[in-house]
């Protein structure tokens, strides 16, 4: 069950459906651009998902783009590969929805931004735009597992969320774009053991630009409980969002 954007993520489901839509082509100059905070990622291919053989729950418009992309499954078709090669690799990697249907991307052949073509949107708490670049993922038949318990079974160079409604950046509970580098999540036997990451500012983190930022500073030094960037709901305790969302929420 996906609770959390991370979760997306972690999914050998979600990377498998673009395989599964390969011949769902989105024709698009021959470049696009996305990223954030500085860094840029590159597609040239996109990807609109019609086949979900999975059943997962998704909105309309679900689209992916990758550079670079395999995967590799046992003879039951579990993702599946031995130490130290990852089972499912990109070098980058994107996950998108939007309200628009691509009818009207100019084919220009110069390079353009993902969001000169795309009013990204979702309204369930997930991310409308989540990025990966150099991801890589271990598993043993089926389940997220490194031998060694040094090594990840999840590693990003930079992985990126951001919150879209209608197309502007928004999110009411917390900051709109989070960006990780050096991400790695260590597992064993499909247990999540722990996770670490490069360290990112404040300013990296999304918050509106609107925002009173030694309003907002003493505000995180004063809540009541942690934060989770990897979740749907960014503030734990249920009155740090409650003061969040009506002191730095829009009007």
């Not at 084919?107 to 735009?129: C, E, K, Y």
Request: positive net charge; hydrophobic residues 30%.
């Amino acid at each position: 069950m996906m609770c959390d954007w991370i979760d997306i993520v972690r999914s050998d489901k979600f990377f498998n459906l673009i395989p599964a839509n390969l011949d769902n082509v989105i024709q698009v100059p021959r470049t696009v651009h996305g990223g954030g905070f500085g860094i840029m990622t590159n597609y040239e291919t996109l990807y609109e998902i019609k086949s979900n053989p999975y059943g997962l729950k998704k909105p309309p418009n679900y689209i992916a783009a990758s550079f670079f992309c395999q995967s590799f499954t046992d003879e039951q078709g579990k993702p599946h590969s031995e130490d130290p090669a990852p089972t499912q690799r990109a070098s980058h990697l994107a996950f998108m929805w939007t309200n628009d249907h691509f009818d009207n991307i100019a084919h220009s052949g110069q390079p353009i931004n993902i969001g000169d073509f795309a009013s990204f949107h979702r309204d369930d708490g997930f991310p409308a735009l989540i990025e990966a670049t150099n991801l890589r993922k271990h598993y043993y038949h089926g389940k997220l597992h490194r031998r060694n318990k040094r090594s990840p079974a999840i590693q990003a160079e930079y992985l990126f969320a951001h919150w879209y409604q209608y197309g502007m950046r928004h999110r009411n509970n917390g900051p709109n774009s989070l960006l990780f580098k050096n991400y790695r999540e260590y597992w064993k036997d499909g247990l999540f053991e722990r996770r670490s990451t490069g360290k990112t500012n404040y300013r990296e983190r999304g918050w509106p630009k609107d925002h009173n930022t030694k309003k907002l500073n003493e505000f995180l030094s004063m809540t009541k409980g942690k934060q989770n960037p990897y979740g749907n709901i960014y503030f734990t305790h249920p009155a740090d969002e409650f003061r969040y969302m009506t002191e730095f929420g829009p009007e």
